[in-house]
Nanobody, 111 residues
């Protein structure tokens, strides 16, 4: 079964860190993206990494988040540092070549 499985979300205090993982099963990943959706807001693009390792971030997370990938493990990561309450959202990974979405993982930043 083709799947993208995310993990690593949770509750963290402002200024804290989390590392999200997105593992692909039964297919090989190409261009990978992270999106997030806060309550009552549209889903927004957060970051992406190409097969060749080119990386792009939305302005609001640049300098705080780091996207990376392990092609041997078919996995992409999102290291999130200096988290802020406005980062609270459900985070989704997306494989852009095949068009697959993960199920989402909740990130809550609150004191």
């Amino acid at each position: 079964q083709v799947q993208l499985v995310e993990s690593g979300g949770g509750l963290v205090q402002p200024g804290g860190s989390l590392r999200l993982s997105c593992a692909a099963y039964n297919f090989n990943i190409h261009l990978m993206r992270w999106y997030r959706q806060a309550p009552e807001k549209q889903r927004e693009w957060v970051a992406e990494i190409t097969n060749g390792g080119h990386i792009f971030y939305t302005d609001s997370v640049s300098g705080r988040f780091t996207i990376s990938r392990d092609n041997a493990e078919n996995t992409v990561y999102l290291q999130m540092n200096d988290l802020k309450p406005e980062d609270t959202a459900v985070y989704y990974c997306y494989e852009a070549h095949w068009g697959y979405w993960g199920q989402g993982t909740q990130v809550t930043v609150s004191s």
